[in-house]
C-alpha cells in the first residue's frame, strides 16, 4: 500500500513566518504529502494569488495564520467571503495559528468554509489525518 496522497496536489500555507513555513512544510512530508507546497506571506498575498490563479491550479487545502502583517487572517477570510459570495470554495481551509484565544477560535470557525482551527505546531498525526480525511486512504 502507497503511502503518497493523489489528492491534495497542492497545498498553500499562508504565513509570515519563514520558519513556521519550513515546519509545516516539513510536517506535511512527515506525513507523507508528496504534492506541490505553495507558499505565501500574508492575507492579500494569497488572496491575490487565488483570485488569479485558474480553478483547476488552485489549491486543494489552505493552512492560514491569523497574525500577519498587511493583511491577517481574519481579513483574508472576509475577503474571501465576500470574493466568493454565493460561491462554493473549491478548497478546506484550516486556520493554523499559535492564539489559543477563544476570541479568535471563535472568530475564525464562524466562516463555513474553514474546516478546523489549528494550533501551531502542526503535528504529523494531525497532518496525517486531514490528507487521510481528503484522500480517504487511512494510515
Known amino acids: 500500500m502507497s503511502k503518497d496522497f493523489s489528492y491534495p496536489q497542492r497545498i498553500l500555507v499562508v504565513d509570515d513566518s519563514e520558519i513556521d513555513r519550513f515546519i509545516t512544510d516539513k510536517i506535511l512530508r512527515r506525513a507523507h504529502f508528496s504534492g506541490q507546497t505553495l507558499f505565501r506571506k500574508t492575507g492579500k498575498e494569497a488572496l491575490d494569488f487565488l483570485l488569479c490563479t485558474k ?39 484550516y486556520v493554523l495559528s499559535s492564539s489559543t484565544l477563544a476570541s ?14 489549528l494550533v501551531k505546531p502542526l503535528s504529523v498525526a494531525t497532518a496525517a489525518g486531514i490528507l487521510s480525511s481528503q484522500t480517504g486512504f487511512k494510515l
Request: charged letters at 25%.
Open 55 to 93: 480553478p483547476e491550479e488552485q489549491p486543494d487545502l489552505v493552512f492560514l495564520d491569523l497574525n500577519m502583517p498587511q493583511m491577517g487572517g481574519l481579513a483574508f477570510l472576509k475577503a474571501l467571503e465576500e470574493c466568493w459570495a454565493g460561491e462554493k470554495i473549491a478548497f478546506q481551509i
Open 104 to 117: 479568535d477560535q471563535f472568530a475564525a470557525i464562524r466562516f463555513n468554509f474553514v474546516r478546523g482551527y
